[in-house]
Structure formats: structure tokens, C-alpha cells
């Protein structure tokens, strides 16, 4: 999923207990800087990760303006500076290998920067620019709205892409959550540099902002670099969003007919809020009815390449089903038997066990990287803290068969439904599933 892919996992981060036995100096600590909060975790690796964060992300514009924040962003840091234009930006940028860029999603934005310990005092100094003194030079600002263009037409014309657009768009109709952070060809036309610059400094606002840096960096080091480089920043009121997630208690089916080789089937369902102490447990009862239903739909039925559920770890979280089929109403009488067994049978002991083993090794190994750590623990901070990542894998250890078992019989409800493709096979497939469901 293209505005999930950093989020699903953002609860399930890379420490184990005998790693941070192992180097005690590796503590993630929090603190403030004029006023800027930082998360700060030292490493032993030479790539060093810094990304600072705007809250709000959806919340902070009109559906109107969609896509408005992530353009804002990523034109801070492509689109020239008062101390360098784009092209000498950018030449900076690969002399010293700097990755460098902005983006926004539903609950916000941030600015990042990637780059070898070496160069870090030059790293800094681009990403200084790109935060305090963008200016939106209006020939790059085109160049980059055509490019975003091109990416959400091509969004649009992906099937399995434009079904996660629709999915939010119908399952939270009336909420932010409609808004697609990207954009679209018709809102992202109709923004110019002057509007991109207005936008980005009504965002510069400390009190909305936080930053995380992880890598062999001390904590002297960026304290001195915050000083200098962001002592200055606007400080303006500001209140963080307080999200009022729906209630789904019903089936409900949007259809968009299209015509595909493959119909392309999601739902969405009601989750914990993802601070809450079911939340865990749910996501990990999600994750079990997903493989159960990728080697029911797949490997013993054929009737769909690749199945699954998941739960999306946003301030307002919600479990999803995605199929991809030829055969959509037998795909979902297979897809609702093996949701109703597993909330009937529940999760045993052998598979809370391959569970949490899964849950701590595979993130251990996937996340180790500093960019990783920034976008998990900014994440974390989101949602409520960056604390509970740090405590993830005991909170893992900690999770039983029963609050998994009674997460899934008390969240999974009504489904808010999503087909793209044939519409009288769709209300076929809905009709299957509404006759069968408890």
C-alpha cells in the first residue's frame, strides 16, 4: 500500500532483549531543544538518519487542497533555497551522498535526510536549508507538480493502487481520512509556488513539530546543530487532532465498474485505537487471519494470487482484507468461513508462539537501518509515544491467547466493502457473504 507501506509496521521495531543488553549505550532518550523536541537514538552504524516532523498531516487542509502538504514538502527540499538554487542543491546533494526529501501522509509530514557519518556537517547544512529557508523557485515548483501528476494518474490507472484510495475514501467518508495525501491531477493543477511557500510557513510551527536522528552521532553533536540551525523557528498555538474514528456495525459495498481481467475486492473493519492496550494483541490476531486466509484462498482453493489482511497502524486504525480474483463470490464465501473459524477457534498456544517469534525476529531483521528507526520511532511518537516502540518486544512477549481472541470478537463487525471490476459480480459476492455472516 503506497501511503501505508512505513506505517503497518510502524508498532513492531527493531530491538530485541540481548541486543540492548549487549550495547547499553543504544537507548533511545527524548529531550528539548529551544523549545524542539528530539528523539535521539545513538548507533553504532555510519549512516546517520534526521527527520523532523510537522503533526497533523490531513487534518491540516481541505479535501479541496489534497495533496497540498506532500507537494510543500517535497518542493522544500527540490526546489531551491536562499543559500543554494535547485541545481546546486542537488549537486550538493550527490557530491556527498545525501538522500534527501519530503513527504506527507494521513497523520503527517516530515522532511528527512540520509548520509555517511563523514559527511554529516555537510548533510546537516542541506537539510538546515531545506527546512528554515525554502523558496520555491516557480519553474522547479512545475517541474515537480508534473511529476506528481504523472505518479497519481498512474495511481489511478493501477488497480490494486487506486483500490487503497478507494477503500479510505468510502470507508471514512465524512472524515479526513477521505483525503488522499497524494492528491490528484485535479487539486495538484491548480497549486502554484506562492501558494506551496504560504503553505509551507503557516506549517513551520515548533509546537507542531518534533525531530529523530539515529546513527553514530552524540548527543552534543546534534544539540549544538539544533542550536544553530533552529533556535529561530516559529512558535505559534497549536492543537494536535483528536481523531473520532466511525463505527462500522453494518456490511456496506462501494462498487467502481471498471473493466479488468481480475476484480479486486477490499474491506475495511473496525480496529483499537492504536494506543490502546488491545491494539497489539488485535494486530497480531489480524496477522494470523491473514496467513490462515492467503493458505486458504491460495494455496488450497486457487482463487485468489495473493490474499491478506493486516492491520493499519494509523491514529485511526483499522484491520483490511484485500482479494484479487476471477471468482468473487466463491473467493468471498472462503474469505468469510475462514474469518468466522478463526474468531470461533481462536489463536492456540503453538500459534501465539510462531506469533511472537515472527512478530520480533522478521522486524528485527527487516528495520535495522537508521532511516528505518527514524520513520519507526516518528511514527510511535504519532501515535501516542515513542516510548511503546522502545517496549515493543516485551509488550510482544507479554500478549495472550484470550486478549487476541477477545480483540477479534470485539472489534471485527461491520465491513465497509470496496470492489473494482465487474458490479454484478460484486453484489453476487456481497449477497454471500451477507447470508453467512453472524
Known amino acids: 500500500?503506497?501511503?501505508?507501506?512505513?506505517?503497518?509496521?510502524?508498532?513492531?521495531?527493531?530491538?530485541?532483549?540481548?541486543?540492548?543488553?549487549?550495547?547499553?549505550?543504544?537507548?533511545?532518550?527524548?529531550?528539548?531543544?529551544?523549545?524542539?523536541?528530539?528523539?535521539?537514538?545513538?548507533?553504532?552504524?555510519?549512516?546517520?538518519?534526521?527527520?523532523?516532523?510537522?503533526?497533523?498531516?490531513?487534518?491540516?487542509?481541505?479535501?479541496?487542497q489534497a495533496g497540498i502538504e506532500s507537494l510543500a514538502l517535497k518542493a522544500a527540499t527540490e526546489c531551491g533555497t536562499k543559500k543554494y538554487n535547485a541545481d546546486k542543491f542537488r549537486d550538493l546533494a550527490d557530491e556527498f551522498g545525501v538522500s534527501i526529501?519530503?513527504?506527507?501522509?494521513?497523520?503527517?509530514?516530515?522532511?528527512?535526510?540520509?548520509?555517511?557519518?563523514?559527511?554529516?556537517?555537510?548533510?546537516?547544512?542541506?537539510?538546515?536549508?531545506a527546512i528554515n529557508n525554502p523558496v520555491f523557485e516557480e519553474a522547479e515548483v512545475q517541474l515537480l507538480k508534473s511529476k506528481q501528476i504523472t505518479y497519481a494518474n498512474g495511481q489511478q490507472s493501477d488497480p490494486d493502487q487506486h483500490l487503497d484510495d478507494l477503500l479510505a475514501q468510502n470507508a471514512f467518508a465524512g472524515t479526513p481520512y477521505a483525503t488522499d495525501p497524494d492528491g490528484n491531477e485535479q487539486t495538484l493543477s491548480t497549486f502554484n509556488s506562492a501558494d506551496l511557500k504560504e503553505y509551507y510557513y503557516n506549517l513551520l510551527n515548533k509546537n507542531r513539530m518534533f525531530i529523530v536522528v539515529a546513527g553514530n552521532v552524540t548527543r552534543q553533536q546534534i544539540e549544538e546543530k539544533i542550536k544553530a540551525s533552529f533556535a529561530t523557528l516559529p512558535e505559534k498555538p497549536y492543537t494536535a487532532p483528536s481523531p473520532k474514528p466511525p463505527v462500522w456495525k453494518e456490511n456496506k459495498l462501494d462498487v467502481e465498474s471498471r473493466q479488468l481481467a481480475t476484480n479486486y475486492i477490499a474491506a475495511a473493519f473496525n480496529a483499537p485505537p492504536v494506543n490502546s492496550p488491545d491494539f497489539l494483541a488485535y494486530r497480531m490476531g489480524i496477522s494470523a487471519f491473514g496467513g490462515t486466509l492467503f493458505n486458504e484462498l491460495r494455496t488450497k482453493l486457487n482463487l485468489s494470487y495473493d490474499p491478506a489482511a493486516y492491520a493499519v497502524s494509523l491514529q485511526m486504525a483499522y484491520g483490511v482484507l484485500k482479494v484479487s480474483t476471477n471468482s468473487p463470490k466463491q473467493a468471498v464465501e472462503a474469505t468469510d468461513r475462514t474469518l468466522s473459524r478463526l474468531k470461533e477457534l481462536g489463536i492456540s498456544d503453538d500459534g501465539?508462539?510462531?506469533?511472537?517469534?515472527?512478530?520480533?525476529?522478521?522486524?528485527?531483521?527487516?528495520?535495522?537501518?537508521?532511516?528505518?528507526?527514524?520513520?519507526?520511532?516518528?511514527?510511535?511518537?504519532?501515535?501516542?509515544?515513542?516510548?511503546?516502540?522502545?517496549?515493543?518486544?516485551?509488550?510482544?512477549?507479554?500478549?495472550t491467547t484470550e486478549q487476541i481472541n477477545a480483540a477479534m470478537l470485539k472489534y471485527i463487525g461491520g465491513l465497509r466493502w470496496t470492489y473494482l471490476g465487474d458490479p454484478d459480480l460484486a453484489k453476487q459476492a456481497l449477497d454471500a457473504f451477507s447470508t453467512q455472516v453472524h
Not at 547499553?24 to 537514538?41: A, D, E, H, Q, Y
Not at 519530503?102 to 542541506?126: E, H, M, P, R
Open 101 to 129: 526529501g519530503g513527504t506527507s501522509t494521513y497523520d503527517y509530514g516530515n522532511i528527512g535526510i540520509d548520509c555517511v557519518a563523514k559527511y554529516f556537517n555537510q548533510s546537516w547544512d542541506l537539510f538546515a536549508e
Open 352 to 399: 501465539l508462539k510462531y506469533l511472537k517469534s515472527s512478530f520480533i525476529t522478521s522486524n528485527y531483521i527487516k528495520q535495522q537501518g537508521s532511516g528505518a528507526i527514524t520513520s519507526n520511532l516518528g511514527s510511535a511518537e504519532i501515535n501516542g509515544g515513542w516510548e511503546f516502540a522502545e517496549k515493543m518486544p516485551e509488550l510482544i512477549n507479554a500478549v
Open 1 to 64: 500500500m503506497k501511503k501505508f507501506i512505513t506505517t503497518i509496521f510502524s508498532l513492531c521495531l527493531i530491538i530485541s532483549a540481548g541486543t540492548a543488553q549487549s550495547l547499553p549505550t543504544n537507548t533511545t532518550t527524548s529531550f528539548m531543544v529551544n523549545g524542539l523536541k528530539v528523539i535521539f537514538k545513538p548507533t553504532v552504524k555510519d549512516v546517520i538518519s534526521v527527520r523532523m516532523y510537522y503533526r497533523g498531516g490531513v487534518y491540516n487542509y481541505p479535501g479541496m
